[in-house]
C-alpha cells in the first residue's frame, strides 16, 4: 500500500473557513428563515472593472481567430504585463525592480505555500500570532514543524503575538531565525507597518541572513501617503525579501486568478555546501515545471488595470471597500465593541466582550444577529479574544448586519 505524507496528520482538525461553513450550514440547516449575511472572509463581491472586463472580451475574440490565438504562454508571464507591474507598481514608487524579477501566477496564497519548495527543512520559521493560516499550515504540510500543542502552536516554529498591548506590530525576534513571514496591511488585524519598522526587519534579516516572505495583498487599501506599498522601498531589501501581491483584492480577482511574486536576482541562500545560490533561479526553474502560467486572457485583464480608465476603476472598488470598513467600524462602537483596523486596510479587528472566547461571539452573532465572522483564535493563540469581520460585502450588506448589531447585540 502506498505511503502518505504524515506530516498533513498534524494539521489540526480542520482548516478554519471549512469549520466556520460547517457551523453555518449547520446553523442554517435549523433556521431555514433566518438571512445569513456572511462578513467572514475576505472574498470579493463587487462586479470586475470595466476595463478589464472589456480587455477580456478582447483577448476571448482573439482566441477565436487562428491569426492572434494563443496557446501556451511563458510560465513566468507575458512580458507586457510584467512590464506595466515593474514600472508602475515598484519603480515609479522607487522601488528598484525589473521585469525579469516578476513572477505571474494564479494567486499568493498558492505562491506563499509553493515558495517553501525551494528552501530546506532545517530553516527556523518565524510566524506573527495571530496570522493568516496559511503560512503556518504550508510549513506542517512540508514538515518543518513538530506537533500542535493545546493552545493550537507547532513545536519549531517561532511565534510572534501581536495584540492590542503591542499595537499589534511584533517585537523583532532577539533570537536567529532564518525564515519571516511578513503581512502587511495585516490580515487579519489590519495593522499597518511604517517605513522605519520594516527598515528595522530588513536590518534584522541582513544581519542574519535570513529572508523577509512578504505579503502584499492588501497594499492597494493604503491611502495614507507615509505608509510603504512594498517592502522594496525599504533600502536593502533586495538582498532579504520576497514580495507576494494580488489582483483579488485590489481589482476583484479572487474568481478570475492572477497574482505575482517578486524574486530579486540579489536574493541568496545556501546550498548544503556552504556556497551561495540565488534563489531566483531556483524559482524559475519551480515555475517551470510545476505552472504552465495565468491564461492569456485573465493576464490581458490584469494588464488593464494599468489603465487610465482601469486606475481609475480598481481606486473606485478601493474606497467602496474603505467605505464600508468605516461604517462597520462606526457602527460596531456604536455597539459598545473595541475595534481596530479598518483603516487603510479592509478588515475590521474587533475585541470580544469580557467573558466571550472568539469562537463564542461568533456564535452569538450568528445565533443573535444571523451575521457571519471570523473567530481570531482561528488565526492563532493570540487572536483568542479577537474577531475578524470583512468590508468585502455590499453596502446593502453591511448597513444591514450593522444594524442587526446594533440593534441585537448587547455589550
Known sequence: MATINDNYLKLKAGYLFPEIARRVNTFAEAHPEAQIIKLGIGDVTEPLPEACRQAMIKAVEEMGDRSTFKGYGPEQGYGWLREKIATQDFQARGCDIDASEIFISDGSKCDSGNILEIFGNNNTIAVTDPVYPVYVDTNVMAGNTGNVNDKGEYEGLVYLPITAENNFIAEIPTQKVDLIYLCFPNNPTGATATKEYLQAWVNYAKANDAIILFDAAYEAFITDASLPHSIYEIEGARECAIEFRSFSKNAGFTGTRCALTVIPKTLKGKAADGSDVELWKLWNRRHSTKFNGVSYIVQRGAEAVYSEEGKAQVRALIEFY??????????????????????????????????????????????????????????????????????????????????????????
Open 322 to 411: 474603505l467605505e464600508n470598513a468605516k461604517i462597520i467600524c462606526s457602527q460596531l462602537q456604536a455597539a459598545g465593541l473595541t475595534v481596530y483596523g479598518g483603516v487603510n486596510a479592509p478588515y475590521v479587528w474587533v475585541q470580544t466582550p469580557t467573558g466571550l472566547s472568539s469562537w463564542d461571539f461568533f456564535d452569538k452573532l450568528l445565533q443573535n444577529c444571523n451575521v457571519v465572522g471570523t473567530p481570531g483564535s482561528g488565526f492563532g493563540a493570540a487572536g483568542e479574544g479577537y474577531f475578524r469581520i470583512s468590508a468585502f460585502n455590499s453596502r446593502e450588506n453591511v448597513n444591514e448586519a450593522m444594524k442587526r448589531i446594533t440593534e441585537k447585540f448587547k455589550v
